[in-house]
């Protein structure tokens, strides 16, 4: 089992900042890939950005240029820097890890970006 918390949401304003954290643990070393998605009101549950342990990442076209994925190993921590948002980035933020057979969910973080 893995288990996922993610902190940092809150509420911003267009153009500001926020660092949302993800704090793995349980059987953390099955996980092959971590990832953050987001869910607005009314909409699918799309995917933002992954990371590997290798530390190879990818971002969706939406937040590239924008949004950093990155990790800390000694914590156990997957991070997500936001900058320059925007209204439309409002939604909650899961992380989400990836095992070969299994994968698992965080509660969630609300964002919200005020214009």
């Known amino acids: 089992q893995v288990q996922l918390v993610e902190s940092g949401g809150g509420l911003v304003q267009a153009g500001g900042s926020l660092r949302l954290s993800c704090v793995t643990s349980g059987s953390i070393f099955s996980i092959n890939v971590i990832a953050w998605y987001r869910q607005a009101p009314g909409n699918q549950r799309e995917l933002v950005a992954t990371?590997?342990?290798?530390?190879?990442?990818d971002y969706a076209d939406s937040v590239k240029g924008r949004f950093t994925i990155s990790r800390d190993n000694a914590e156990n921590t997957v991070y997500l820097q936001m900058n320059s948002l925007k209204p439309e980035d409002t939604a909650v933020y899961y992380c989400?890890?990836?095992?070969?057979?299994?994968?698992?969910w965080g509660q969630g973080t609300q964002v919200t970006v005020s214009s």
């Open positions: 989400h890890a990836r095992s070969i057979l299994y994968h698992y």
């Open positions: 990371i590997t342990t290798g530390g190879s990442t």
